[in-house]
């Protein structure tokens, strides 16, 4: 511990480019800070371009890539310098996510305490053509590049999982001694509804309450495996002959693609999509569901599994990436690639009220590991320790050197 003051600022993501979940993670761990009674400020950059002008569809992209990577770093030096002169204390920089680290090519910000959590590294990998199934486009590899070059001149990484960890060794971060495994958590509140009520804030959707429900939650990213999902589904239609089941599938609407095998199948009578849905409904379909279906060919992490678990949901998924180490053995994981092992453990998941069970009480135990509370002390761990290099290593800015710090 350092003993010394310091604060931190939590560099979020662009809220044109949606990002949920990288969202819900900054401003979760500003709230944990927070109640820590921690010096944290959150800044995330704003959008400029699309605010005052009228920019098509097609150029929304770009127009985010001028706001975040040429207009943003001014404003966030400026933001910085001033916190520091008017607190007269030194910040520690947190990258929430590690698709901005492209902003450690400024030396001005690389020369401070900073560190980066790296959630998944899939989009570098793709764009390394390390996943077959997707190939990314040249614009796509450029960026990635660019990102990846400001990740491995990182001070320090913390990684999500140890998958996430080890992926990160094999993209050319050579210092292992300069990288933790901090476990991620539920940014939000996840518990059992009650089915009254669960059906009740579903009604909206309605869908026939006597089937048994299989859910997906996800959109429609090649990783997410949808197609596979409806294939599954189709077949466990099939094998569960006699027992009536529906598929919801939250989230993004179906593609054209997906719906033209919808009605090739027949299936339109139980398949559902469920797009816009608020956190209670979420928690109302986890609630009611019969099992959570998850087929992911992979995962940085996966949080609707455990979103489900804490719900009391029952969770059938395949074990890419990271969701074998995130589940362990208390949901029916295998290869995703093995798509008929899936179909027979939904089969025995929706045949078997004990197995449900089972799977129910493991979900809860499992949710335990992904502690919130944990999180945030590992990481003021992590800011102490970044702080006490700055002083004895005189790295603190010029402004801050002689201002009377002990």
Request: charged share 25%.
């Amino acid at each position: 511990m350092t003993g010394k003051p310091y604060q931190i600022l939590l560099l979020g993501n662009y809220e044109g480019d949606g990002q949920y979940s990288m969202q819900m993670f900054a401003s979760s761990l500003k709230e944990g800070l927070e109640k820590a009674q921690k010096p944290v400020f959150l800044l995330k950059p704003p959008k400029i371009i699309g605010e005052k002008l009228w920019i098509p569809g097609f150029l929304q992209k770009w127009a985010g890539y001028v706001d975040k990577i040429i207009l943003f770093p001014r404003q966030l030096r400026k933001e910085i310098e001033r916190l520091e002169k008017e607190t007269k204390k030194p910040l520690t920089i947190h990258i929430c996510d590690q698709s901005n680290t492209f902003y450690l090519h400024w030396r001005w910000l690389r020369r401070r305490p900073h560190l980066v959590t790296c959630h998944d590294l899939m989009a570098i990998n793709s764009a390394r053509g390390n996943f077959p199934q997707h190939r990314t486009r040249l614009s796509g590899r450029l960026l990635q590049k660019f990102i990846l070059g400001g990740l491995r001149k990182s001070s320090f990484v913390c990684c999500g999982s140890e998958n996430t960890k080890k992926d990160l060794f094999s993209i050319g971060f050579s210092r292992p001694e300069r990288s933790l495994t901090i476990l991620n958590c539920l940014n939000a509140p996840f518990q059992p509804l009650c089915s009254q009520d669960s059906w009740a804030l579903l009604e909206r959707f309605q869908l026939p309450r006597d089937k048994k429900l299989v859910l997906h939650v996800g959109n429609n990213s090649w990783y997410k495996n949808r197609d596979g999902l409806l294939r599954i589904f189709n077949k466990a239609q099939e094998k569960t002959l006699g027992m009536e089941i529906i598929l919801v599938m939250v989230g993004a609407p179906l593609s054209n693609k997906q719906m033209g095998f919808v009605r090739a199948e027949g299936l339109e009578d139980c398949v559902f999509g469920a797009n816009r849905v608020t956190g209670d409904e979420l928690r109302a379909f986890y609630s009611v569901a019969d099992v959570l279906l998850f087929p992911s060919l992979y995962e940085g992490f996966g949080l609707p599994p455990l979103e489900a678990q804490a719900c009391g949901c029952p969770v059938v998924a395949s074990n890419g990436g990271s969701l074998g180490e995130v589940l362990a053995d208390s949901a029916l994981t295998c290869e995703p690639s093995d798509e008929e092992t899936i179909v027979q453990n939904l089969h025995e998941v929706l045949e078997s009220e004990s197995l449900r069970e089972q799977l129910r009480q493991g979900g809860f135990e499992n949710v335990k590991r992904f502690s919130r509370r944990v999180l945030i002390e590992k990481y003021l761990n992590v800011y102490e320790e970044l702080a006490h290099e700055a002083y004895d290593s005189s790295r603190l800015p010029e402004n801050l050197s002689n201002s009377g710090h002990p």
